[in-house]
């Protein structure tokens, strides 16, 4: 989120942040709650959630090291829009909303920042949103890999790349808005498609061949 940021605004923004640590299963936050501050994580994994009215439960996203979480209670201040827990020992740096109010104003290469952080975060729904209501099954696979591929190395990935899922099927099924009997079938569809192979708990990615499925209609 705060890549970039001139040498000062970093320092400064090192100087207010607090340490805080959870435990597995430790409640970071949970929807309604009021938002006041966000969170850096250094270590560990956080899953955030939603709750449907018929008690399912539905896996926005998790949460890593170098990831940031609860974002949105910085520029608005508004009750959190999801639950988050911790799924592992999890530690990391927590920045108050009112002390980033007053460093932005010090330094506004901060709102800048927090500004750009925003925009990617809207197109990367965007396209979450139009993978689902778009695409079969295996492409919305293909593009969920090749998304964390992204995260992980950039703009250009490696032409095949190993990735060690942190998440069970049935989380990635709730990511994917598919059962996990789906989700099982679309993995090996991809691996007798070359796209994709397993050794262990770590699949390698074929870059060009994911990239292929995920637009099937190119």
Not at 8 to 32: D, I, K
Not at 49 to 59: D, H
Not at 89 to 103: H, I, M, Q, Y
Not at 120 to 131: A, P, S, V
């Amino acid at each position: 989120m705060f890549s970039g940021l001139p040498a000062e605004a970093l320092a400064a923004l090192a100087a207010t942040a607090r340490r805080r640590r959870w435990q597995s299963g430790e409640v970071l936050f949970q929807r309604g709650e009021p938002g006041e501050w966000m969170l850096a994580l250094a270590d560990g994994r956080v899953k955030l959630t939603l709750l449907t009215p018929q008690g399912r439960e539905l896996i926005l996203r998790h949460a890593e090291a170098g990831d940031t979480l609860g974002e949105f209670a910085l520029i608005d201040g508004e009750p959190r829009s999801a639950d988050a827990t911790a799924v592992a020992t999890t530690e990391g740096w927590l920045l108050e909303r009112a002390r980033f109010a007053e460093l932005a104003e010090a330094h506004p290469a901060l709102g800048m920042a927090a500004a750009r952080y925003f925009c990617r975060r809207l197109r990367e729904t965007t396209d979450q949103l139009e993978g689902i209501a778009l695409y079969q099954l295996e492409a919305r696979l293909a593009r969920f890999l090749l998304f964390t591929l992204h995260q992980i190395h950039g703009e250009a990935p490696p032409p095949e790349a190993p990735l060690r899922l942190e998440i069970s099927q049935t989380e990635l099924a709730a990511v994917l808005g598919a059962s996990r009997p789906k989700v099982n079938r679309a993995l090996m569809a991809l691996q007798a498609a070359g796209a994709l192979s397993r050794d262990g708990g770590v699949w390698h990615c074929r870059t060009a061949a994911l990239a292929l499925l995920a637009e099937p209609e190119g």
